[in-house]
């Protein structure tokens, strides 16, 4: 009878041992991570995006033991390489950079591809890229609220873009102005004809512009995010001269397709703060006029930008009408 009750019993000691041993799985493989190479999918290529992505991928790769692959996905506007990570594995071996770009993209879009609010799991933010309102150098109005108060008096009269001009349909919808709207192939025509007088207003990072401005070639008119910056202490915000909780910064993060393991997301994070803490980090991504203030946002933080921002450009695509696809 103790013969015949052991064997019966064998099955569910196998059964136990078994649900045991996959429990555990993702623990040891969490605790193991990462054994090889990790790819960072950069879905908007050079500029910014890439400075940025190539200096977290360093600092990372050391913490990790593993490299960790820069590799371009350009297209649509990133859109090409953000849904490229929305279906990638989610066992942690693939992450990738999103921005601003992206929660934008999630307005005008009508098919991007991807959910940037259900699709993703957040790393971390890395941090903002100043933007900057600049004019022709001719341009005689020196403050924004007057020229402000001049766009207002000749509605459509003042010409403003670039490659994009969409700080400027967040200008116009925050603050009741209408431009006349120029679009360029390049960053390089815009900065010709702004030079030339040609174009009055663009916006761009501060990188770009701040040796124009010191050479005077072209004026700096206002700050489009919430800080000052500190190489132009003298130029205020957006919303400091009349347009209250204007901000127009460019948001760079690290993010994970959605299901990845809690684990090794945790993981990710913990190496990706303290990469961002280092001191070498800082200092490269200060001279790419990066400011890591964001830097310190939680991923609900995080998530929560996104979706105040998704939900802004949402209404301005549908007010504008300027549909993609």
């Given amino acids: 009878m103790a013969h015949a009750r052991s064997t019966a019993a064998r099955p569910w000691a196998a059964m136990l041992l ?8 993702p623990a040891a ?3 193991n991570y990462p054994t090889r190479p990790i790819q960072m999918i950069m879905p908007v290529p050079g500029g910014g995006h890439e400075a940025v992505g190539r200096i977290m991928a360093e600092q990372m790769s050391k913490q990790l033991g593993q490299p960790i692959v820069v590799e371009g996905r350009p297209g649509a506007s990133g859109n090409i390489g953000a849904a490229l990570l929305a279906k990638a594995p989610t066992d942690g071996y693939t992450i990738g950079l999103l921005s601003g770009i992206h929660t934008s993209n999630a307005g005008f879009f009508r098919q991007p591809g991807y959910d940037i ?24 109005w020196n403050t924004f609220p007057e020229l402000m108060a001049e766009i207002k008096k000749s509605p459509g009269k003042f010409s403003a873009g670039g490659t994009s001009g969409l700080v400027f349909d967040l200008l116009a919808d925050a603050a009741g102005l209408e431009f006349l709207s120029v679009r360029y192939k390049s960053a390089g025509n815009a900065m010709t004809d702004l030079s030339s007088g040609r174009l009055d207003l663009t916006s761009g990072p501060l990188t770009v512009f701040l040796p124009l401005i010191r050479d005077k070639k072209i004026k700096a008119m206002a700050v489009g995010g919430a800080r000052r910056v500190a190489e132009l202490p003298e130029v205020p915000t957006v919303a400091e001269s009349g347009v209250p909780g204007f901000n127009a910064n460019i948001w760079y993060g690290l993010f994970l397709p959605k299901g990845a393991a809690p684990d090794v997301a945790q993981r990710l994070r913990e190496e990706f703060a303290k990469a961002l ?3 070498d980090v800082r200092a490269k991504l200060a001279t790419q006029g990066i400011d890591v ?15 105040s921002e998704v939900e802004n450009w949402k209404r301005i695509a549908a007010k504008t009408g300027k549909y993609v696809n």
């Fill in 293 to 307: 203030t964001f830097g310190q946002a939680s991923p609900d933080e995080v998530m929560q930008r996104i979706a």
């Fill in 117 to 140: 609010l259900t699709d993703f799991t957040p790393i971390g933010a890395v941090g903002e890229s100043p933007v900057l309102l600049v004019a022709r150098p001719d341009l005689p």
């Fill in 29 to 31: 493989q969490a605790q």
């Fill in 18 to 25: 078994t649900a045991a041993s996959l429990a555990a799985a």
């Fill in 277 to 279: 803490a280092t001191p």
